[in-house]
């Protein structure tokens, strides 16, 4: 069995999980996050060596204040959790996304701290996408880019290793893009980590998307021929 060595997914389907039951869409949150936990020690034994994971994104913050304000809640009690969890199992917390207003000071100071205590683990990674947006990682990264070379810190060209150092994470490229809840779309997760991702879109909302089914993702993911532009030579 190959084993992707980044995992990403796009944890969407609460809400709907949620309004099927009659409940609010924050217990649909709630329930996510609380699978999101298990699902991501399971996909971290697994020999997966980076899982990201959108959590929450830039457009997000145009839902109700209720939602957000209950979203940003469960983020910084959940981070806390996570982080004393992950430091037992060797796992390094890094964050990906705009780490300013509109995010609330507690979450980012959250953040900060976490990634300051998982910072020299060295099992695995466990990226959360939060306040992100793909398009402007690329755009902050060729800001800072041109400072450095107007600085004299870096000369041109500069060439694809070069730029993903100045990505907000200096992460391998995803292997395995998995999105819940029958969206095929990526909503700007991940443009540039992306480029050669198998791409898998079970139906399933995420607060039901188990262990199980993380299993058949990977017996798909081995199914795919990944040529790479390449031809197979007999
Ligand atoms: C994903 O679930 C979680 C976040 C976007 C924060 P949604 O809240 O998007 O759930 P649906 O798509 O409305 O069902
Ligand atoms: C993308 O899901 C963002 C996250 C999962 C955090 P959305 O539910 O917000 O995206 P759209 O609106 O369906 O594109
Ligand atoms: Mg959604």
């Given at each position: 069995m190959k084993i992707p060595k980044h995992v990403a997914f796009i944890l969407d389907g609460n809400g709907r999980w949620a309004q099927e039951r009659g409940l609010s869409r924050s217990k649909g949150h709630e329930e996510g996050y609380k699978n999101l936990r298990s699902l991501s020690k399971y996909i971290l034994s697994k020999g997966v060596e980076v899982f990201s994971v959108y959590a929450f994104s830039t457009e997000n913050f145009g839902r109700s204040k209720q939602e957000v304000d209950a979203l940003m809640n469960l983020i910084l009690v959940g981070v806390k959790k996570y982080a004393q969890?992950?430091?037992?199992?060797?796992?390094?917390?890094?964050?990906?996304?705009?780490?300013?207003?509109?995010?609330?000071?507690?979450?980012?100071?959250?953040?900060?701290?976490?990634?300051?205590?998982?910072?020299?683990?060295?099992?695995?990674?466990?990226?959360?996408?939060?306040?992100?947006?793909?398009?402007q990682e690329i755009l902050d990264a060729s800001n800072k880019i041109v400072e450095d070379v107007n600085n004299g810190i870096l000369k041109l060209p500069v060439t694809k290793e070069i730029f993903n150092k100045y990505l907000y994470q200096e992460l391998p490229p995803i292997d395995l893009l998995i999105r819940t809840s029958a969206e095929n779309r990526l909503s700007g997760f991940m443009l540039w980590q992306a480029s050669y991702a198998e791409f898998y879109f079970p139906k399933t909302y995420f607060p039901d998307f188990k262990e199980k089914d993380f299993d058949m993702a990977l017996e798909e993911y081995n199914k795919r021929d990944r040529r790479f532009g390449k031809i197979k030579e007999n």
């Open positions: 969890e992950f430091a037992k199992e060797n796992i390094k917390i890094v964050f990906s996304g705009i780490r300013n207003y509109p995010l609330p000071k507690d979450v980012i100071d959250v953040m900060n701290e976490v990634e300051d205590q998982t910072k020299e683990n060295s099992r695995g990674i466990f990226n959360i996408c939060l306040n992100y947006d793909g398009q």
